[in-house]
C-alpha cells in the first residue's frame, strides 16, 4: 500500500506527527508532503520512502498551486492520503489528486472530503491523537516517542562547534516564539542565575530569534547558535544537559534526540496536548483563570498585564532544572 501524509501545519506538529509515521510504515511505504522548511524533519528517517515539499506560502500558493501539486500526487497512484491538518487546502489537494481513501479527524471542517474519519481525542496528548489515525487500515495504533534523525555529518558540526564544554553543565535556552505572548519575560535575568551557579550557557532559533538571543545571551563567552538549520540544531541539543523554551517547536525538536525539556507555558496550557512528548521534560506554568486565551498565544494580552508570563517566578525553573540534574 502506498501512503502519503499531507502534514504542512508547523515545526511541532510535523515532529509530534513522527510516530504516527511510523505506525504508517506498518501498512506499506509512506511518502511526506509537508512545507520546504520542514522537509529535514523527516530526513534520514528509515520509515519515510520520499518527501515532497509543497510551498504553500510562496511558489505554489493559491488554488493554481493546489491544482498543481495535486496533478504530481495524482501520477504517483497513492491508495490514502492521512490528513493531520483539519483545514480545507490539504483535504482538497487529496482529493483533486484522486487518492481513494482520504483518511482525517471527524471534527474537521474538511472531513466531508474524507472517506473515513476518527474521532479527535481532545483530552490526549497529540502523539497519541495523531497515531488513532491508522485505525481505518485495521491495526491498532503502537506508540512511539517522536523523533528525528540528525546525520554523522550533523554530529559531528555540533562537536567542533561545542568542542570540549561539559554536556552536565551545557543548558540551551530557546526563547524566540511565533507568538509574541508566548515568549517567556525574565530571560535575561534567568540566563545569569544559570550562569552564576556555574552553568554555560547557548542559545538556539530561528534566524529571526538572533537578537533576541543577542538580549538573553550578552556576554561574549556565551554561544549564539540561532539560524542554524533543524538538524544541525538538533545535533547541538544531542549534547546538551537541559533545553528551556517557550511552548514551541523548540521543545518538540529537543525532545524528538532525548533531550529533557523545561517548557515555560503561558497564553496556551498543556491540556491542549501539544506540549513536548515524553517522562523527563517539565512544565512551568502558574494558574489564572484567563488562560488559555488563544490556541496559538496572541500577539498582544487580551488583558494587557500578561501575568501569565510575567509572574512566572525564576526560582521555578531553576528548581525545575535541579529535579533534572538528580
Request: with cysteine; aromatic share 8%.
Amino acid at each position: 500500500m502506498k501512503v502519503i501524509l499531507i502534514q504542512t501545519a508547523w515545526l511541532g506538529d510535523n515532529i509530534l506527527s513522527t510516530p504516527l509515521v511510523q505506525n504508517l510504515a506498518r501498512i506499506g511505504s509512506v511518502d511526506i508532503l509537508t512545507l520546504p522548511k520542514w522537509t529535514e524533519i523527516y530526513a534520514n528517517n528509515p520509515f519515510v520512502q520520499n518527501i515532497r515539499p509543497f510551498d504553500k506560502h510562496g511558489k505554489d500558493k493559491g488554488f493554481l498551486g493546489i491544482r498543481k501539486i495535486s496533478k504530481k500526487l495524482c501520477s504517483r497512484k497513492y491508495d490514502a492520503a492521512v490528513i493531520p491538518q483539519k483545514w480545507w487546502r490539504s483535504a482538497i489537494i487529496a482529493k483533486l489528486a484522486g487518492i481513494p481513501e482520504r483518511i482525517g479527524f471527524d471534527d474537521a471542517p474538511a472531513k466531508y472530503l474524507y472517506t473515513k474519519t476518527v474521532p479527535y481525542l481532545s483530552e490526549k496528548h497529540d502523539v497519541l491523537r495523531l497515531c488513532e489515525l491508522v485505525r481505518p487500515f485495521g491495526i491498532v495504533p503502537e506508540i512511539f516517542h517522536p523523533v528525528i534523525y540528525p546525520s554523522e555529518k550533523h554530529i559531528s558540526t555540533a562537536q567542533n562547534i561545542l568542542g570540549n564544554f561539559d554536556r552536565k553543565k551545557l543548558i540551551a535556552l530557546a526563547p524566540g516564539s511565533a507568538w509574541a505572548t508566548k515568549i517567556y519575560t525574565k530571560y535575561p535575568q534567568l540566563a545569569n542565575e544559570l550562569v552564576a551557579m556555574g552553568y554555560t550557557l547557548l542559545c538556539i532559533g530561528s534566524n529571526n530569534d538572533i537578537p533576541l538571543c543577542n538580549n538573553v545571551l550578552h556576554k561574549s563567552d556565551r554561544l549564539i547558535l540561532a539560524g542554524l538549520s533543524i538538524l544541525e540544531t538538533a545535533a547541538i541539543l544531542k549534547k546538551v544537559s537541559v533545553l528551556i523554551a517557550n511552548d514551541s517547536g523548540s521543545g518538540h525538536l529537543a525532545s524528538a534526540v532525548g533531550t529533557p525539556v523545561i517548557s515555560i507555558f503561558g497564553p496556551t496550557v498543556p491540556a491542549q496536548g501539544f506540549y513536548p512528548y515524553g517522562e523527563s521534560n517539565r512544565i512551568i506554568e502558574i494558574p489564572l483563570e484567563c488562560r488559555p486565551c488563544n490556541a496559538h498565544g496572541p500577539n498582544k494580552c487580551p488583558l494587557i498585564h500578561h501575568k501569565c508570563m510575567n509572574d512566572i517566578p525564576i526560582g521555578k525553573i531553576i528548581d525545575a532544572v535541579k529535579q533534572i540534574e538528580t
